[in-house]
């Protein structure tokens, strides 16, 4: 029994995902770090502003956030549809960030005409 109820509690999400439109009022807060997982190909390619740029994918990823990102303030996190977003989400919270991920990730966020910065 103690075995399955590690495998559950192992099993939960520690983020929020959201959809564009709470993703958007959640941005617009000043105080909101944006995060984008993506390379630096797909950085450059256009992002969602304010956005700073630590690609999921890399060895360091971990390393890199402690260092660039607040600690005790939400972390807004998104890539190109938004699995590697939710492992970042899952990394960062696992560190004691509070993550919101963008469900859809840039594809939908542009999809829903949002601007990007290029």
């Known amino acids: 029994m103690a ?3 590690m495998t559950t ?3 939960q999400k520690n983020y929020e995902d ?3 439109a709470g993703f958007a009022a959640l941005i617009a807060d000043s105080t909101v770090t944006v995060l984008d997982v993506r390379t630096a190909d797909e950085f450059r390619d256009g992002h969602i502003g304010r956005a700073i740029n630590i690609d999921v994918k890399e060895s360091d990823f971990l390393e890199k956030a402690k260092a660039m990102l607040p600690s005790g303030r939400t972390i ?3 890539c190109r549809s938004g699995r590697r977003s939710a492992n970042a989400c899952n ?3 696992a560190e004691g960030y509070k993550t919101v ?3 859809g990730g840039i594809i939908a966020w542009t999809d829903d005409k949002k601007p990007v910065v290029k």
């Open 3 to 5: 075995v399955l109820g």
């Open 9 to 11: 509690a192992c099993g």
């Open 18 to 20: 959201v959809d564009v």
């Open 76 to 78: 807004a996190v998104y």
């Open 91 to 93: 990394q960062l919270g």
């Open 101 to 103: 991920n963008l469900k």
